[in-house]
């Protein structure tokens, strides 16, 4: 087994950069599913803004509009002079300031009223619009009651109470809105690691015995072409293996239940065939690079490349249809669809795009290995 020992001891010379790269995935993983999991709650509520009112009204309907403000918004105090005001808007001590003239009650009835309330925001600021939407709707409410013959206080008193009034809303797609595990967050970004891992990995062992000089005293060795080629085998799917149920383990650990699930099986599954198809993607980058820094690099160009167009990184439905197509070229891709299909299902019955997507990354596995073979096969020729 001497060549499986020298596969370990060069494995463990560059050991430090596998390190790396799995507290950066750790730290990716923990943090975007924290953040998105408290930031992705799909549920409706009323802005709350801070009004600074200047009210020199007394009528009914301007106390009711400044009263009807108060109840989802904060009334603040006016600044003394205008210098003092700008300033409290641009430190957004004060989204928004409305001012009420004397009349505007009397004006109002007689339709004058609209033209008369005068708003002040800083530009292009989004406060003034959603804040001017509200002053409207209760003054179109008002003027409702009112063409309808009832009393003014009424008016404004039913006004108050329609205003009120709260929507139920219904999210069209239901499993879109529902909240995903922790566990679909960890699984979604491991074509990323498994890629850089493995090339930089397998990559730099094959590199090593690929040398010109330990090639040929290889060749001239007892130990038969067969026995070293098997043995290169053998610590390559070790190697995998290894880096699959470290990361199955660090699953385990950050989300127990979500793996003891149906669901977590079938993310396992996913991140083993990846892992496959990983490993075949770094024996086809190893026919090109000629040294270890050549070799860094394509890790980084195949890992990014794919993770980005392939919807690890960027989600497919923020993606363009053109984009989406480009997509279905990388393993990635069905890798994510795999992903993301296993948190819509309740049974094994439910499973048939998901096993699709698993035969699609098989089908690229096979083909950068073969794509390598070829490649090694014609270098062995020129040699």
Not at 25 to 53: C, T
Not at 162 to 173: A, I
Request: charge should be negative; include cysteine.
């Amino acid at each position: 087994m001497q060549v499986f020992k020298v596969f370990c001891k060069v494995m463990n010379k560059h050991k430090s950069k596998f390190l790396i790269y799995i507290i950066i995935y750790l730290l990716i993983a923990v943090i975007i599913s924290r953040s998105v999991q408290e930031s992705g709650e799909m549920e409706f509520s009323k802005v709350s803004l801070k009004i600074a009112v200047d009210q020199r009204d007394q009528g009914a309907i301007g106390q009711g509009l400044v009263s009807y403000l108060k109840e989802h918004n904060q009334i603040k105090d006016i600044p003394e002079d205008r210098e003092a005001l700008q300033d409290a808007m641009y430190y957004q001590e004060i989204d928004y300031m409305l001012s009420i003239p004397k009349e505007f009650t009397e004006r109002f009835v007689q339709e004058e009223g609209e033209a008369l309330l005068e708003g002040t925001v800083v530009p292009g600021s989004s406060s003034a619009s959603l804040i001017e939407n509200e002053i409207q709707q209760y003054l179109n409410t008002v003027s409702m009651y009112l063409r309808a013959g009832i009393e003014m206080e009424e008016a404004v008193e039913l006004s108050s109470q329609d205003m009120e009034q709260k929507v139920q809303v219904d999210f069209l797609e239901e499993s879109d809105s529902k909240s995903l595990p922790v566990g679909y967050y960890f699984f979604q970004y491991v074509p990323y690691v498994f890629l850089v891992i493995l090339i930089l990995g397998l990559g730099s062992v094959m590199k090593t015995f690929q040398d010109k000089d330990l090639s040929a005293r290889n060749k001239c060795s007892a130990l038969s072409f067969f026995q070293q080629n098997m043995q290169m085998i053998l610590g390559c799917i070790l190697f995998t293996f290894t880096v699959f149920l470290f990361f199955i383990a660090m699953a385990f650990c950050i989300s127990g239940d979500y793996m003891f699930s149906l669901k977590g099986v079938l993310s396992a599954v996913n991140a083993l065939i990846f892992s496959v198809c990983a490993a075949s993607i770094a024996w086809f980058c190893v026919q090109f690079a000629r040294s270890d820094p050549e070799l860094n690099v394509m890790s980084n160009i195949f890992s990014l490349s794919f993770s980005f167009l392939g919807g690890v990184f960027v989600q497919l439905d923020l993606m363009g249809e053109g984009i989406r197509k480009l997509a279905k070229f990388f393993p990635s891709y069905w890798y994510v669809v795999a992903n993301r299909e296993i948190q819509k299902m309740e049974t094994y019955a439910d499973a048939g795009e998901i096993y699709t997507s698993y035969l699609m990354v098989f089908v690229f596995a096979l083909a950068f290995f073969s794509a390598g073979l070829l490649v090694n096969r014609k270098k062995l020729k020129r040699v």
